[in-house]
């Protein structure tokens, strides 16, 4: 699932900032991305990543801006030697009668009467505090996560109700099916025999027959369970992730619809199968977001 999280926080080594994004992927990939001398905290990141979310790709965003705590103030400059340089340069007026004044615009071209501030070596970034930084910013992204979750189970159980209707027609109509199978073949014996009475034992056995081949009672009902399963994993507290559960459910919803769709030698049973496949298919897409 998508999610978003970040921290910030004033330190003596600067400011830093820690950003946390996920995006739908199947299994967990953590990416992190720090400046340069922070290998060293990647593990413990990591660690505090993994122990949030066990499912997408999570990237992870360290900045460190330390002007706020380098030293100097801005730009020095050595007066002794611009007091040199404008001494030099009257002389030089003076002496070969140089028209013009000695003024600010001619000192600032000479560049080495400016020089940067001595900047001090950094503190170190204390490792807790990156840790503390990346559970306050996972802790939004799981947040978000858990909003997106919600919305998910909506639609999922939108798409499990739908299954269930098409379910119902399919029960329903599977005994029909053998009824009218039953009168069919007694009017074409009828039909081919010129109206001789037809052998009911032997009908009956060909219709036992039939009803094995077309049995889909089986399927209908590890269906069923298959959809009292999924809402039990959508019901649990959140303490375990369900992705990969919901994952291998769906996949057995689609094995029992295929089997159904094959016995089906009935219209309605037909549609109705075709209409649960689009919903599982759904329903699949939907799983893959599910941590």
Same mark, same amino acid.
């Given at each position: 699932?998508?999610?978003?999280?970040e921290?910030?926080?004033?330190?003596?080594?600067?400011?830093?900032?820690?950003?946390?994004?996920?995006?739908?992927?199947?299994?967990?990939?953590?990416?992190?991305?720090?400046?340069n001398?922070?290998?060293?905290?990647?593990?413990?990141?990591?660690?505090?990543?993994?122990?949030?979310?066990?499912?997408?790709?999570?990237?992870?965003?360290?900045?460190?801006?330390?002007?706020?705590?380098?030293?100097g103030?801005?730009?020095?400059?050595d007066?002794?030697?611009?007091?040199?340089?404008?001494a030099?340069?009257?002389?030089?007026?003076a002496?070969?009668?140089?028209?013009?004044?000695?003024?600010?615009?001619m000192?600032?071209?000479?560049?080495?009467?400016?020089?940067?501030?001595?900047?001090?070596?950094?503190?170190?970034?204390?490792?807790e505090?990156?840790?503390?930084?990346?559970?306050?910013?996972?802790?939004?992204?799981?947040?978000?996560?858990?909003?997106?979750?919600?919305r998910?189970r909506?639609?999922?159980?939108?798409?499990?109700?739908a299954?269930?209707?098409g379910?119902?027609?399919?029960?329903?109509?599977?005994?029909?099916?053998?009824?009218?199978?039953?009168?069919?073949l007694?009017?074409?014996?009828r039909?081919l025999?010129?109206?001789?009475?037809?052998?009911?034992?032997?009908?009956?056995?060909?219709?036992a027959?039939?009803?094995?081949?077309?049995?889909?009672?089986?399927?209908?009902?590890?269906?069923?369970?298959?959809l009292?399963?999924?809402?039990?994993?959508?019901?649990?507290?959140?303490? *375990?992730?369900?992705?990969?559960?919901?994952?291998?459910?769906?996949? *057995?919803?689609?094995?029992?619809?295929?089997?159904?769709?094959?016995?089906?030698n009935?219209?309605?049973?037909?549609?109705?199968?075709?209409?649960?496949? *689009?919903?599982?298919?759904?329903?699949?897409?939907?799983?893959?977001?599910?941590?």
């Open positions: 699932m998508t999610g978003y999280g921290a910030q926080r004033d330190t003596a080594a600067g400011h830093l900032r820690v950003e946390v994004k996920s995006v739908n992927h199947r299994f967990l990939n953590v990416s992190l991305k720090t400046p001398g922070f290998d060293r905290f990647e593990k413990d990141l990591t660690d505090v990543i993994r122990a949030h979310v066990a499912r997408g790709h999570v990237s992870l965003y360290l900045a460190v801006d330390r002007k706020a705590v380098e030293n103030g801005g730009v020095r400059v007066l002794d030697k611009a007091r040199g340089y404008r030099a340069l009257e002389e030089i007026q002496a070969l009668d140089v028209p013009g004044p000695v003024d600010l615009a000192l600032a071209r000479f560049g080495d009467l400016f020089r940067a501030p001595e900047v001090d070596a950094p503190p170190e970034v204390d490792a505090v990156l840790r503390e930084m990346a559970e306050e910013a996972m802790r939004g992204l799981v947040t978000l996560r858990r909003a997106e979750g919600s998910l909506e639609d999922m159980e939108a798409r499990l109700a299954m269930e209707a379910l119902e027609v399919v029960a329903s109509r599977a005994p029909e099916r053998l009824v009218r199978e039953r009168d069919r007694r009017a074409a014996i039909e025999s010129e109206q001789v009475e037809v052998d009911e034992d032997r009908l009956a056995r060909e219709v027959y039939l009803a094995e081949r077309w049995d889909i009672n089986e399927e209908v009902v590890r269906f069923r369970a298959h009292a399963a999924f809402r039990d994993a959508l019901d649990l507290d959140g303490g *375990e992730p369900v992705g990969k559960r919901l994952g291998f459910l769906v996949q *057995e919803m689609h094995r029992e619809v295929n089997t159904i769709g094959s016995k089906a009935d219209a309605a049973i037909a549609q109705a199968s075709m209409a649960i496949k *689009e919903e599982i298919e759904r329903l699949r897409e939907q799983v893959e977001n599910v941590e």
